[in-house]
């Protein structure tokens, strides 16, 4: 498994803009596909964005589409979540995970590693 430390949560006002980033350590993330999840209070832990390993395909909730952009630069091992337009909705601790299979997945089952989480807070 691979080590996954996210970092750049905070609070923002609505509007605004946050980037998360994950940053891999244990070994390198080459050959994973990547994750981020989001879970609020009171509600289950879901799907926002997600990238292969191979093509660097995209996938993003309908929730965050054309606001949210993940990427990955492989060179400093960490991946990405850029975040735009945020909304009080937004609210959640968000995960960074890992799956040791080049594709992207938009289920949390099949990733294997995950990280501790960071807060991101979104004001009205």
């Known amino acids: 498994q691979v080590q996954l430390v996210e970092s750049g949560g905070g609070l923002v006002q609505a509007g605004g803009s946050l980037r998360l980033s994950c940053a891999a350590s244990g070994r390198t993330f080459a050959g994973y596909g990547m994750g981020w999840f989001r879970q609020a209070p009171g509600k289950e832990r879901g799907f926002v964005a997600a990238?292969?390993?191979?093509?660097?395909?995209?996938y993003y909730a309908d929730s965050v589409k054309g606001r949210f952009t993940i990427s990955r630069d492989s060179a400093k091992n960490t991946v990405y979540l850029q975040m735009t337009s945020l909304k009080p909705e937004d609210t959640a601790v968000y995960y960074c995970?890992?799956?040791?299979?080049?594709?992207?997945?938009?289920?949390?089952?099949?990733?294997?590693?995950w990280g501790q989480g960071t807060q991101v807070t979104v004001s009205s």
């Open positions: 995970a890992a799956r040791s299979a080049v594709g992207a997945a938009s289920e949390a089952r099949y990733y294997d590693s």
């Open positions: 990238i292969s390993w191979d093509y660097g395909f995209a």
